[in-house]
């Protein structure tokens, strides 16, 4: 589990006096890493009974064109290029920001597919 409270060490090295423990509000989730795949989501529990639906696998993308207004669902090829991490390119893992290839052409992925569940692309041109 990831632990995202505030650090006890100060810049310079030294400790802060521990204030409180650790809560449960402050615990973290590991990444969904979302690959091209048969479809495969999971529904994750957060704050307040809400519920976020992690795609964990996905095959399609809907993709839309902005010159032409139109948006379709299209099959996901590959990865070709990833600014959050060279290696997820390699790997094939769908985030935000990633250029994908599709049957229509690139597409850059606009959705968070850990968080939203969906994989929402646009075309480059």
Known sequence: MLW??????????????????????????????????????KMVRTFGGNVKVRALRATFASVANRSTGVCKQVKIET???????????RRNLLTKGAIIRTELGRARIMSRPGQDGVINAVLVE
């Open 4 to 41: 995202q409270g505030k650090s006890i060490r100060k810049v310079t090295g030294g400790r802060y006096a521990p204030l409180r423990g650790k809560r449960r509000t402050e615990i973290g989730k590991a990444p969904a890493e979302t690959h091209i795949g048969v479809d495969r989501k």
């Open 79 to 89: 990865v070709e290029e990833n600014s959050a991490n060279p290696n997820y390119v």
